[in-house]
T-cell receptor, first 114, second 111 residues
Framework: GAGVSQSPRYKVAKRGQDVALRCDPI?????LFWYQQALGQGPEFLTYFQNEAQLDKSGLPSDRFFAERPEGSVSTLKIQRTQQEDSAVYLC????????????FGPGTRLLVL | SQQGEEDPQALSIQEGENATMNCSYK?????LQWYRQNSGRGLVHLILIRSNEREKHSGRLRVTLDTSKKSSSLLITASRAADTASYFCATDAGGNEKLTFGTGTRLTIIP
């Protein structure tokens, strides 16, 4: 079946712009995760949804970051007033049940803030 | 913050040799997973080992877990050029669902 998809794959934004990153998880996957990956580093957790409920947003670096999953399927990560330090790859993952089972990752959105 | 550290940071071996990489973590865990990342296929799950397991095998992969030392190792036998990638360990702990990744080992297989 289809895997996790993300769009856009690449995004260039001017500092101060708002951006929206989309994630389509695997159909039927209850859990959805967002991670941020800086160059040469491992992914860092941002936020977690179980269906439409955002159960953990402890990793969001500031109140400029906002995520939603209104119908328990597609999710959007929004970054307001982007800063250069927001430049990174944003990865979305989904799983059948939290982290006790494998997570399936999308290809990521590479964000460059100029 | 990164929970784990992989060791070595980078490893180059000849095709056909075995590759071993290690992961250390800081807090008690529920499960430990290994993932592979390359530019072609993104981040892919390899194997999951639970905290009450000590060893697990999957094809050419062998994972061990030592909870007393808070460490895990990944062995890839009979390496292939396609194994060239970065390898990450990731843990979940307590009642949290989030995965905490290590810093990764960059593996290069020389044909």
């Amino acid at each position: 079946g289809a895997g996790v998809s993300q769009s856009p794959r690449y995004k260039v934004a001017k500092r101060g712009q708002d951006v929206a990153l989309r994630c389509d998880p695997i159909s039927g996957h209850v859990s959805l995760f967002w991670y941020q990956q800086a160059l040469g580093q491992g992914p860092e957790f941002l936020t977690y949804f179980q269906n439409e409920a955002q159960l953990d947003k402890s990793g969001l670096p500031s109140d400029r970051f906002f995520a939603e999953r209104p119908e328990g399927s597609v999710s959007t990560l929004k970054i307001q007033r982007t800063q250069q330090e927001d430049s990174a790859v944003y990865l979305c993952a989904s799983s059948l049940e939290g982290s006790r089972v494998p997570q399936y990752f999308g290809p990521g959105t590479r964000l460059l803030v100029l | 913050s990164q929970q784990g550290e992989e060791d070595p940071q980078a490893l180059s071996i000849q095709e056909g040799e075995n590759a071993t990489m290690n992961c250390s973590y800081k807090t008690s865990i529920n499960n430990l997973q290994w993932y592979r990342q390359n530019s072609g296929r993104g981040l892919v799950h390899l194997i999951l080992i639970r905290s009450n397991e000590r060893e697990k095998h999957s094809g050419r992969l062998r994972v061990t877990l030592d909870t007393s030392k808070k460490s895990s190792s990944l062995l890839i036998t009979a390496s292939r050029a396609a194994d060239t990638a970065s390898y990450f360990c990731a843990t979940d702990a307590g009642g949290n669902e989030k995965l905490t990744f290590g810093t990764g080992t960059r593996l290069t297989i020389i044909p």
